[in-house]
């Protein structure tokens, strides 16, 4: 496709990549990716037919079941009646108003999450949290599945979220000072090419080019983690990466060449975890042997390792996919304590950061774009879970569950409300989760197309997507403020969130509580007022509102220095004391202990993750299964698109496997296969790798769930994953730690039914189907 005059065309933007349309007669001819792009993702162009798709909700819907009074028994199955929008309305408005009076406030558990549809005044969490809580409040969700573990337990020990992707070293400092860069999990090339809130510059290419000169070492169970540089690879067996953390710390404190003066001067805890890499509290002594019988990898590769790291400049990165497994604060706490060992936080290009990969824009300069939404008040509900205990919270209320220290309690949850986002893709055991959807009286959810959560719900309302209003986009991390003005019309009868929830506010009684006396372009003008007096304060001015529209974006200067993270502290470690009990970084904490009651060491160490590759569970599911972000997608989104579909066959997704493993199960390139354990069952096709561990496979998420009784038609492979926290301080979710079979499938699989819209029936006179 040849290049336009971009000011021909309009601007929006989305997760994947901002882009210029082309608009005729009300409808999207053509997509061409924002000129300032340089890597551009292929996803922009399925945004045409997905406008229209006939996985559109294309009006309200009621579940005929629920009109019935089932109890909620036919939720995911039954069929809906379409109503209009002010009965659609009154129904949710009724029920809301019915639970906060006969159950309470946190009764009503409101759900959303950030990779909803791109913008910010559009932002789909915000605004229902907004609307609630405009109302009484709601049990709200914390965390994110993204790196929840670590953002609870992470900031104990250093202080700050700002490790966990927020403000990492400098892409640029790492190149200039860096000599070895060891990348755990690797730097996977899917996952840059998305950004929460839009992203505007791809930089995967730039980032891998900048890091050409450094010795580059993939510490991951898949050769192609670290895709397009010359790097070393050491094949790790999955879970493991702890005890090999600890190893080398310990082989480096062994040989005498640990930095002492930056441990006394900038750590507390360090002789006690010490003590335990030495074996004086277990009697095991965390060597390069002990790990290697855990890990995989040999010991005299482990040790060399070790002794490589002291007196160079030494980058430790570690992908959020890490902790997304049983323990999985454990390994964000350890390499920040080799990190330490090696006295490198604070200097230019060393130390650790954790999220390189695992999104775009990681190690950019510090932008700080300033975006910003509808604000939001306190919860007066004052009750929120972990957002990987939803199931939990369904399906056990008055329970008890501790977390960050504390002990909480379920609400009994009689309404769920959510609108943004699928927890039928994110969560782990959906089919445990599919029982716990059946529990609440009612479920409302607000969805564009039909995704299992749609499919799961009481009251469907149409919403539209980011193409079918006015919003501003962008991330801090990027360097463009991005107008995405409104492209084509609303398709069927969506309506935007923002709209529902101010007419949902009116029948309850106060439109303004809600709306804050302005419409979308009102706040859309008072944002990007806020961005301009920001960088004002910075000495930068962007265009007047009407220029800045015109041109679909403003640019953010990059700053003049370039950022290393905790530079300040390692400067003066009094003036910029950390926010630890200590003021120093934690190698150890005695109050860990006994929130625990001993079940939690006090500093980093390797716990038996209990469903891995040494486990007995093993013998019958010998393959550890991955779940990586998929290629051609962000999460399930664009799922049922002819780009999606190319990597798929027959409907599926593929399944990488070793060629021991598939020559140990009789299997070919491209065979239909059967993933199976204990929780159930999916299928995907063969994709022979020869840089993968032997013993492991990885299927992507993003296909949507389509159960058959406990297994899937098609290839979600949380139907498979374990439904448990990463541990009682984080609550993480553990997808991670996940083991398997698979086998030849010689019978056709099903039909998939995911990618046709559930039944619509006409409702009879006494107002049932």
């Not at 009154?90 to 558990?109: K, M, P, S, W, Y």
């Not at 090419?193 to 898949?222: C, E, K, W």
């Amino acid at each position: 496709m040849s290049k336009s005059d971009p000011k021909r065309l309009r601007l929006s933007a989305s997760h994947w990549g901002a882009f210029r349309a082309e608009v005729v007669d009300g409808a999207l001819r053509r997509i061409e990716p924002f000129e300032h792009d340089p890597e551009p993702s292929g996803l922009i162009h399925a945004w045409p037919e997905m406008l229209t798709s006939p996985l559109r909700v294309a009006a309200p819907l009621v579940r005929a079941g629920w009109l019935r009074g089932d109890g909620g028994a036919g939720r995911g199955e039954d069929d809906f009646v379409q109503v209009g929008w002010d009965e659609a309305l009154d129904r949710a408005a009724g029920e809301l108003a019915r639970v906060r009076r006969d159950h309470g406030d946190a009764a009503i558990f409101g759900g959303s999450y950030g990779w909803s549809s791109a913008g910010r005044i559009h932002h789909a969490r915000t605004l229902i949290r907004r609307f609630l809580y405009a109302f009484g409040g709601s049990t709200d969700q914390v965390m994110n599945y993204s790196y929840g573990a670590a953002q609870a337990f992470i900031p104990r020990v250093l202080g700050t979220k700002a490790a966990i992707g927020s403000h990492l070293t400098s892409a640029e400092s790492i190149a200039a000072h860096c000599d070895i860069f060891l990348a755990f999990g690797g730097l996977p090339d899917r996952t840059w090419a998305v950004q929460s809130g839009g992203a505007s510059t791809h930089v995967h290419g730039r980032f891998l080019a900048q890091l050409s000169r450094l010795r580059l070492v993939n510490i991951s169970p898949s050769r192609a983690d670290l895709d397009g540089a010359e790097a070393e690879w050491l094949p790790i067996r999955p879970n493991t990466d702890t005890a090999l953390i600890l190893a080398l710390t310990r082989e480096v404190i062994r040989a005498g060449r640990h930095d002492r003066a930056f441990l006394d001067r900038y750590t507390a805890g360090f002789g006690p975890f010490a003590a335990y890499l030495a074996g004086d509290s277990d009697g095991i002594e965390k060597t390069a042997d002990w790990a290697a019988e855990i890990c995989g990898i040999p010991a005299e590769t482990i040790r060399a390792l070790a002794l490589s790291l002291p007196g160079k400049r030494v980058m430790l990165a570690a992908n959020w996919a890490l902790q997304r497994a049983r323990h999985g604060e454990q390994p964000f706490w350890a390499l920040a304590a080799l990190a330490t060992v090696l006295g490198q936080i604070g200097l230019p290009g060393g130390g650790f950061g954790f999220g390189y990969g695992s999104t775009n824009g990681q190690g950019n300069p510090r932008f700080g774009t300033p975006l910003h939404g509808l604000p939001m008040g306190p919860n007066p509900a004052n009750s929120a879970i972990p957002v990987a205990r939803v199931a939990d919270m369904l399906l056990d209320p008055g329970g008890q569950y501790r977390f960050m220290g504390e002990t909480g309690t379920y609400p009994d949850i009689r309404l769920v409300y959510w609108a943004g986002g699928n927890p039928f893709h994110h969560h782990q055991d959906l089919n445990r989760l599919r029982e716990a959807f059946r529990r609440p009286e009612t479920v409302i959810v607000h969805e564009c197309h039909w995704t299992a959560t749609a499919r799961h719900a009481d009251i469907v309302l149409p919403a539209t997507t980011s193409l079918e209003r006015n919003d501003l986009g962008g991330s801090s991390r990027e360097p463009y403020l991005l107008a995405m003005e409104q492209l084509v019309p609303p398709q069927g009868e969506a309506r935007n969130d923002f709209d529902i929830f101010a007419d949902l506010a009116e029948r309850l009684g106060d439109r303004e509580a809600f709306t804050g006396g302005r419409d979308e372009m009102g706040w859309i003008r008072h944002s990007y007022g806020r961005a301009v007096q920001e960088m004002a304060a910075r000495g930068v001015t962007l265009p007047d509102f009407e220029r800045f529209w015109a041109q679909g974006y403003a640019e953010i200067p990059a700053p003049p220095e370039t950022y290393v993270m905790f530079g300040d502290y390692r400067a003066d470690p009094e003036a910029h004391r950390l926010n630890t009990p200590s003021g120093r970084i934690e190698l150890f904490q005695k109050d860990l202990v006994a929130e625990t009651e001993g079940r939690q060491p006090g500093h980093p160490a390797w716990l038996d993750p209990e469903e891995w590759l040494g486990a007995p569970l093993a013998k019958r599911y010998p393959l550890h299964l991955l779940t990586p972000q998929p290629a051609r997608k962000l999460h399930g989104q664009m799922e049922g698109s002819a780009y999606v579909d190319e990597g798929k066959r027959e409907g599926l997704e593929p399944v990488r496997i070793s060629e021991k493993a598939a020559r140990e199960r009789g299997i070919a390139e491209g065979d239909i296969l059967r993933i199976f354990n204990d929780r159930g069952a999916c299928h995907a096709w063969a994709q022979i790798d020869s840089a993968l561990h032997d013993d492991v496979a990885m299927l992507a998420t993003g296909s949507a769930y389509d159960p058959d009784g406990r297994e899937d038609r098609g290839s979600n492979p949380n139907v498979l994953t374990r439904d448990i926290g990463s541990s009682e301080m984080g609550q993480g979710c553990a997808a991670q730690s996940c083991l398997v079979e698979l086998a030849r499938l010689d019978a056709p699989p099903r039909p998939i039914r995911s990618h046709t819209p559930p039944r619509i029936v006409q409702r009879q006179e006494n107002g049932q189907e």
